[in-house]
């Protein structure tokens, strides 16, 4: 996870570390380093420049630069301004609603929605919630099927849909039996299609009026990079999300996402998906990323 950025980042601590005293110029000099490794991992260019900026004025007042390990001070302001990114603290899942509270699932076919879907259930479950999956991903071959083995699997309730109903119908139909049934939370799966599209974005919108859930959380492979910061605007510029989960950050060498998502949505990251297992999904916390941003 996040080995190239982490490995740049190394080189310019190495450095920093080994200096008794610094000046403005070695600060300037280190910050193009970062710079550089930032770019390198695909962080968007208007979060590169606000990093920079802030870690500078920091790295470069008299409290830097007269401590007495001043290349530490500067890797311990880097560090803060890295989890001030990210959205400082973990910001978990908001569900005080009157039960069933429901989480509405968004993101494109391939980032891991359904099986997050799941992991998410599982967690909800290990809290002694009473969890009901449901999925109105009609469109894609087998995905109503792919959550039902998941759910099966977890023993976790799966709501039975199928792909030649409505997606409202099927909306309707999971609500009445959530409430029915007492159920504590409602996650329910959405169509993911290969790109944003009018069609899609109707279809989700209306899903989100008649459910209203608490939370509207998008799903977003890190592997993307940029890619994924610019669909998750999109979603979250005509749908109010509540938070993001990024997921495959096992297999994400850069970090770009990671490290944009916050800054640029606005929405905080409140899951990482870790590995393809149903347990590997994991809250966000930015503070633990930095560290492992900074090794
Ligand atoms: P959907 O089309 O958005 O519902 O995507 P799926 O849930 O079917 O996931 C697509 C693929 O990504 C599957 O092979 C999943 O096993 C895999 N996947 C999902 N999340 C993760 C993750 O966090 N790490 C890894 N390595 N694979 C993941």
Redesign the pocket.
Known sequence: MLENLTGRLQGVIKNLRGQARLTEENIADAMREVRMALLEADVALPVVKDFIAAVKARAQGKDVLQSLTPGQAVIEVVNDELIALMGKANEGLNLAAVPPAIILMA?????????????LAKLLKEQKKKVLLASA?VY?PA?IE?LKTLAQQLEIECFDSNASQAPLDIATATLDYAKRGYYDVVIF?TA?RLGIDEAMMAEIKALHAYLNPIETLF?V?AMQGQDAINTAKAFGDTLPLTGVIL?????DSRGGAALSVRHVTGKPIKY?????KVD??EPFYPDRMASRILG
């Open positions: 993101g494109l076919q391939g980032s891991g929605k359904t099986t997050t879907s799941a992991k991903d894609r995905a792919q799966d993911g799903v492979d997921t495959k950050l096992d297999g990482i998906g870790v590995s393809e590997g999904l």
